[in-house]
């Protein structure tokens, strides 16, 4: 069965750093674009960031442009969100997702694969 397992996470103070891991299991991983989305309490869930099967391209939300950075080493099958400069706003949970495309968007519906959730906590 194929799954996203996601690591990382947890409680930082603002201007600290974190780094989110996505490993997928079972079938190939290079020919999947990959995304982050977060959800904040009583919120949707928004895009974070995205990166296409090859890592070539990237893409980020306003909030996090400059911050944040989006990678993938796919001979370890696994995608990571390097979250810098941490802001109390970014406090969420965080979804990895797998869409079966070459590149995907900031359309939630475009990833038919996620994560189980991590939470992010930045305190001020």
């Known amino acids: 069965q194929v799954q996203l397992v996601q690591s990382g996470g947890g409680l930082v103070q603002a201007g600290g750093s974190l780094r989110l891991s996505c490993a997928r299991s079972g079938r190939t991983f290079s020919n999947y674009a990959m995304g982050w989305f977060h959800q904040a309490p009583g919120k949707e869930r928004e895009f974070v960031a995205a990166i296409s099967w090859s890592g070539s391209s990237t893409s980020y939300a306003d909030s996090v442009k400059g911050r944040f950075t989006i990678s993938r080493d796919n001979a370890k099958i696994t995608v990571y969100l390097q979250m810098n400069s941490l802001k109390p706003e970014d406090t969420a949970v965080y979804y990895c997702?797998?869409?079966?495309?070459?590149?995907?968007?900031?359309?939630?519906?475009?990833?038919?694969?996620w994560g189980q959730g991590t939470q992010v906590t930045v305190s001020s």
């Open positions: 997702a797998a869409a079966p495309r070459l590149r995907a968007g900031r359309e939630s519906d475009e990833y038919d694969l």
